[in-house]
């Protein structure tokens, strides 16, 4: 599932970021378990919280 695979990245993302999962997910606005459950691919992430990853992982790719 490509949202699976790209919650992979999403941990990276909160690493480049410097930010421990508590201030990422208050950062991106979800609660800190289900930020968790991501990274342990627990959980799906919703297309919309997705999409706004998507987003940020850009932006900070342009910014490099």
């Known amino acids: 599932d ?3 695979r790209q919650m ?3 941990t990276g993302l909160r690493k480049s970021l410097k930010l421990t999962q508590s201030e990422f997910a208050k950062y991106i606005g979800v ?3 289900t930020l ?3 990274e342990q691919n627990r959980v799906n992430i919703q297309k919309k919280t997705f999409e706004k990853l998507l987003q ?4 900070k790719s342009d910014a490099s």
């Open 31 to 33: 609660p800190l378990g």
């Open 2 to 4: 490509r949202r699976q």
């Open 56 to 59: 940020l992982q850009n932006v």
């Open 8 to 10: 992979c990245k999403e």
């Open 36 to 38: 968790k459950k991501w």
